[in-house]
């Protein structure tokens, strides 16, 4: 069996680190490597090569091509029962899981895996970011996450000077620098997708995110536990939004929104408007205009947080779980507009509110790293299939509320000048 | 023959749709199509493998390398008679197209197709498109497709807002994600070259070029049909210009524009001096400034209007027709500069003058489509050789005239605010 | 021999310009060409194929994989002493130059050698460039070349407007058009690295670098003798400056900057409070903010004039000499802060200071290239090691001050509005 790995690992460019395999409890297959100048552009692995006694499972990379997807890498994992869609190139964002005919993910009117060679982030007074948005998680970050606009910046001269910041930062289009795969040779056998995605210039943030995807053969449940670094010599401020997206089949008209908040207000005056009816879907509305609700979530004594999207038969869901003291904060963007359009829904725990770094900072959102400092970010995903399972998924955020109240602001926070 | 041509098929990478290859009229081939996620680095294909009772032609497609030229795919489609040069990199824009001696091209400055991945359109205040200007036919659009500047657009919220367009729009520099070649079988073997290229953000434009380029085995004329469709579920404003650039040796000290114009103007004080020499052309003139016209056509009966440029002794011409209900104006571009900064002309039948996209709006000459909509494009070419033949397509033009007179405004236009 | 080395050439996708190969003086190897549609993956050259009689020496280019850096192309020339990297993608920028544990060169916050599909230049207000800088000698130019900010240039219609320039310019991140090898066959066997890289558009300056990088087997020295030529047919200003970067191990506390200069001033305020400790460096000081002195050297009679670096010790160094014709100025920058942010001080050698180039103009200082016209750079650099060596690298400079004092201006200049 060794050698068959080793054939297999060397035929593919693949490579392990470590001595004796037998002994090794964790596999390691190095993909991309600026480490080590290796990219490989076909990759293969499966559970009959590693892991016989588990359930299969399998992972593939391969590399996109024609229009703007050409050169984009993607792996992906199917354990199974999910099929985890990572792209390295777009700074590790997951396209889409997707479990039988329930997906996490949703129709974008953009239609390729766009790689960043084709995007200009300063486009249309910076929203060039939306020319690559489709995936199912796309983290905003890291130096900002929001709107784009003015803001201040440390020059090289140590002055206070102005930027523009563009939509939703600069960390979902670098492409990784270093992915592996690492799989454990013993029960649960957990399989684990790890990427370096660096945010770094010269006088400027030198910003590091280690990101892993994992799951475990046969589980209908996964995790993303990722690290931000600054490695840099001074303070840095840093923003990250893990911006979800979910359409068909789990947003439908009817489809319901679950989360135990401790408050809730509108980002706009026009979110006021549909306060009320917050929790809950329409149907694709050509002309919609999006409506997006801010949140601080109660936690339960473990600082667990929960937020859940459901079908209006609740029959299907999906949940995330994450720590209050991690992401204190969850943003839900509702843009049921018509289907051509982008039908879709946000879901966002995050360390900020998506306004302008400018607003973040001056509400006292906006956390910095020391030098060296590392802060870890871990969320818990599931799919739900079937009303007992969903009533299941829903308790769990009942017991995070534990009876507590949502208080309602119901109109937008005054912005700063 | 067949298993010849699957073997060659095969081989290349290359596939076609469809059942029993005898049977089918036209055979196609795909060469990059983002929906297979294929894209082939080198094709070959000729007569002999499809047509062999046609006239003898080849079609090559090749990647280009070096500078900033790496990774340009172009395919030549040589009819016998005509080599055509298409760019699928750069929005399936053509290179040029010779016939023996005679060229539908230029010498630009710029001396290699750039890829996309080095231009930037916001770099010189939006003018970045004249990094990569060299192409003989090079659609401006689709979202906006004229002089850069500030200009409204409609953000996520509804609200109207104020972007930068830049000059000439993005299409020119968009990947085809769909490539293919399409032979028909059977008299007059028509050959094809159809590619697909998506112009989409989420929160704008969700446009689509459908582009073909065709001519027949041993035929000196070829066409482009090209349909743009509105994706998005509103209406959707665009522009489109086909920005067709001439040198020599049609362009010369003495060549001569023709056509049937209803009305010309002008585009600006500088233009309005050399009004009335507007036909002729000088030779390469160091310091020259540009000098732009904008004309209305006249129509025959079938709404066909034509142009044609020809050299000083009126023994080599080139010509275009199309339809005035789809391109209803015409901009005539002489800057004849010095070789170096490249002596050119264009030749322009498009849907609105390239003033900023307010100018054009605040004409009314800004369509828009509904959701689904298609409008359809053609243009046909030809090259002409000797003077009778010259004569004769120049007669065509003089015969959609009819004796009907041209309006002069010997002044530009009034711009608004 | 003969056959051996072509059959290693055609092997590796090479090829020479010429005829019979045995009476050629200097063998020509083409690595990537525009002209010739060719691009080499990798090559590797060395002594024993074409100068057995001199000391050995090798020649690999590779092409780099993952993150940012993925489809880099170096070249490292190892001529037996000096390990030589220069990164034709990044317009023939010299990466680093080792000789044993000294280096010239730095350890930037940037890691990788970024390829200039993923550099916006206009990012940050124009500070873009940042997120590629880290290599040891980049030039700044070729349009403009210092810092950003509004500037005047004329537009197509022979007006002026107003553009942003962006800091140091566009000529390090062009990747080059035509890259050759050339080797003498008989004695000193130098060896020459040919880099073109093109800064054209339309509408704009058409200006062009032929870069040379050369030694010979067995030395501690090489050059870098360049070409800028105006291909456009009017005058044209054009910038250029030696952005060369020094870390480790030359740059440490108590190392020292020797130059033989007839007057020097600060740049700014906060520079001119270091004026006096100039020539000394701080270890790696964490807050430092970067300093920068102006200064026009002294010359000999030949034009010569220099600059050295040395170790606390005095037991390294590194020189550089070029021609006050050429390069009438020399900047100075001092940024001794931590080594995560890059600890690193800059020699620069140059046509102008680094303001802006409207403050340049409003100087005298921005020169301008005749239709046609090349200027030439020659620069040579020295790797000294031993007491005895780096004492001999001083007097050379002595010789050259010849006595002469520096006049020094304590106060930074006025800029213009």
Tied chains: 1, 2, 3.
């Excluded at 997006?292 to 937020?307: F, I, R, T």
């Amino acid at each position: 069996m060794k050698q068959i790995i080793v054939g297999m690992a060397v035929g593919l460019g693949l490579w392990w680190s470590g001595g004796a395999l037998a002994q090794e409890e964790i596999v390691r297959y190095t993909i991309t490597s600026v480490a080590e100048n290796r990219m490989t552009e076909e990759v293969s692995l499966s559970s009959a090569d590693i892991t016989p006694a588990s359930a299969p499972w399998t992972l593939v990379k391969e590399t996109l091509h024609g229009g703007k997807q050409e050169g984009v890498e993607i792996i992906t994992l199917d354990n199974g029962v999910l099929q985890i869609v990572v792209v390295p190139t777009r700074g590790m964002s997951i396209f889409q899981v997707t479990k039988g005919d329930v997906r996490l993910g949703w129709d974008s009117p953009v239609k390729e895996l766009v790689h960043p060679q084709f995007i200009d982030l300063e486009s249309r007074g910076g929203l060039g970011w939306l020319e690559g948005f489709n995936e199912w998680m796309v983290r905003c970050g890291l130096e900002f996450a929001g709107h784009p606009g003015r803001d201040q910046f440390t020059t090289n001269t140590g002055d206070t000077a102005e930027m523009d910041l563009t939509l939703h930062g600069k960390i979902g289009n670098i492409p990784a620098s270093e992915v592996e795969v690492l799989v454990e040779r013993n029960a649960p056998y957990r399989i684990t997708i790890r990427g370096v995605v660096h945010e770094r210039l010269f006088f400027g943030p030198k910003l590091g995110l280690v990101t892993e995807v994992s799951t475990e053969p046969g589980s209908d449940t996964f995790r993303i536990h990722d690290e931000v670094t600054n490695h840099g010599a001074s303070d840095q401020e840093f923003q990250l939004i893990y911006h979800g997206n979910f359409g068909a089949p789990l947003l439908e008209a009817g489809a319901e929104f679950v989360t135990a908040a401790r408050q809730i207000m509108p980002m706009n005056a026009h979110a006021a408007k549909g306060l009320s009816e917050y929790r809950h879907y329409k149907g694709p509305t050509p002309g919609f205009i999006e409506e997006v609700y801010l949140m601080e979530p109660w936690s339960d004594k473990n600082g667990q947080c929960g937020a859940l999207l459901k079908n209006r038969a609740a029959t299907r869901a999906a949940s995330v779980h994450w720590n209050i003291a991690e992401l204190p904060y969850l943003a839900l963007w509702k843009n049921t507009v018509a289907e051509a359009d982008g039908y879709v829904t946000g879901i966002e725990p995050a360390m900020s509110y998506p306004f302008n770094r400018r607003v973040e900072r001056a509400f006292g959102r906006v956390p910095k790293l020391a030098p060296g400092e590392t802060r870890s970010f871990t969320l818990d995903f599931g799919i739900h299939e079937g009303k007992e399972a969903v009533e299941k998924a829903e308790w769990r955020i009942e017991k995070i509320r534990d009876g507590r109240e949502t208080t309602v602001i119901e109109t937008p926070p005054e912005l700063p000048e």
